[in-house]
């Protein structure tokens, strides 16, 4: 009897020592996610890249894998709906746009409540209002540029009377005087344009759409309304991960815009020290309190957004709640979802 107690007692401590080593990242195989980016892998996705790098996805049970945005890529709504990425970004009337073509796709985050996209101009004929653009020739980089002078000349009651001239990302062009104004980002070009020596608000001028007149946010997060009812969990884990990856890139900015150039974004020939004045940047525009990073504005998207989406001449929007999920950030701040 001594015996089989003892080998009893051994076989138990043996056993457990087996569960400990496995550990819970190998005793069950990680899920992997796709997420589809706006833009190239850069330090905008400072909170994606820190964890990852972190293990903060890895807690929850998650691989990530991502697929680039940027030129020549399709959009990420194209990805999501086509099944290539479960998780997406987005940007407000895109998101809009895919919406009304019949994607069943529900927006679940916000990173920047407003997007810091805007107009560039020089001092010799500055932009400030939406009234300024008109008659003006602005050099647009993208579609998504367009999009954004239009919507604001819409929603301040204007006619589209501009220009539009095609440009690539740089800014030069304007500098050449190819061009009254650029659309750039607070977060980007406007960097590069102090990097040239110019100083902002007496050689140029930046004006973001929000401060004339067009709500946006910038680089929301969207999933199939399919994937959210039936992997609920799993959203809940990612986003999770994110937040806390936020969190701690508030904490130390230098520390992501390193890594990007590290890791992700080891082939794109990155500057450093324009990826940590973009982390600087964007976390200014960022909440302030930790605890509402990535959560939806439910009175701006539903109030001002869906207004300026309506200026735009976009029709029948479904009802904010049927397209957007305003409780799962809340739950994952307040620590109520359980993993």
Known sequence: MYIYRTITKSLIVIAVALMASIGPSHAQELKTLTVALTWIPNVQFAGLWIAMDQGYFKEEGLKIKFIRGGPKTAPAAVSVAAGKAQIGYTHWLPFVDAVLRGNKFKLIAATYPQSPQGVISLAKKPIRTAKDLLGSGILTPAPNAKIAVDATLRINGLNLNWKQIPAGFSPEPLIAGQGDGFIGFATNQVITMEKLGLKRNKDFYFTSFYDMGFPQFADGIFV????????????????????????????????????????????????????????????????????????????????????????????????????????????????????
Do not use: H
């Not at 809940?236 to 992501?256: D, I, Q, S, T, Y």
């Not at 939806?296 to 397209?323: F, Q, V």
């Open 224 to 339: 199939q309304e399919a994937f959210l009812k039936s992997d609920r969990r799993v959203v809940v884990g990612f986003l999770r991960a994110l937040a806390r990856g936020w969190e701690k890139n508030m904490k130390n900015p230098a520390f992501a815009a390193d890594l990007t150039i590290k890791n992700p974004a080891k082939d794109l020939g990155l500057n450093p020290a324009q990826q940590r004045r973009q982390n600087e940047i964007q976390i200014a525009r960022m909440p302030k309190n930790p605890r509402d990073v990535l959560v939806l504005d439910r009175a701006t998207i539903s109030g001002p957004m869906y207004k300026a989406a309506l200026a735009t001449g976009r029709k029948a929007l479904p009802e904010p709640s049927t397209i957007m999920d305003f409780d799962i950030m809340g739950e994952i701040q307040s620590g109520l979802a359980k993993k």
